[in-house]
Nanobody
C-alpha cells in the first residue's frame, strides 16, 4: 500500500482545512488508517484514527470536537476534516495504514505517507 497525503496549506486561526490520504492497492478497505502530526522541534503525535469500515473513530483530546476522520473505500481515500484550527495545530500531518486494526500507537502502523504541511496563522 502506498499513501499520499494532500490538502495542507496556510490558514488563519479559526479556519478549516480538509486533508486527504489517497491509497493505492486493492486491499485498502481492510486497513485502519491513522493521522499523526509533527510540529517543529516536537515528536510526532497521534491525531486520530478510523477503522476499516469507517464505523469507529478515535481522537486525541487536543483535537476532539474539532477534527473529524472519514473514509470512502470506493475511492481508496481517508479524509481529515479540521475545523476551528489553532496555531498549535501547525505541523506536518501524516497518514498511516494498519492492517491489523487501528489505534493511537505509531508502531502499529505498517505504511506511511509522505506528509503534508499545515500552517495556522494567528
Amino acid at each position: 500500500v502506498q499513501l499520499q497525503a494532500s490538502g495542507g496549506g496556510l490558514v488563519q486561526a479559526g479556519g478549516s482545512l480538509r486533508l486527504s490520504c489517497a491509497a493505492s492497492g486493492r486491499t485498502f478497505g481492510r486497513y485502519g488508517v491513522g493521522w499523526f502530526r509533527q510540529a517543529p522541534g516536537k515528536e510526532r503525535e497521534f491525531v486520530g484514527t478510523i477503522n476499516w469500515s469507517g464505523g469507529s473513530t478515535l481522537y486525541a483530546d487536543s483535537v476532539k470536537g474539532r477534527f473529524t476522520i472519514s473514509r470512502d473505500n470506493a475511492k481508496n481515500t481517508v479524509y481529515l476534516q479540521m475545523n476551528s484550527l489553532k496555531p498549535e495545530d501547525t505541523a506536518v500531518y501524516y497518514c498511516a495504514a494498519d492492517l491489523q486494526g487501528w489505534g493511537p500507537r505509531e508502531g502499529e502502523y505498517d505504511y506511511w505517507g509522505q506528509g503534508t504541511q499545515v500552517t495556522v496563522s494567528s
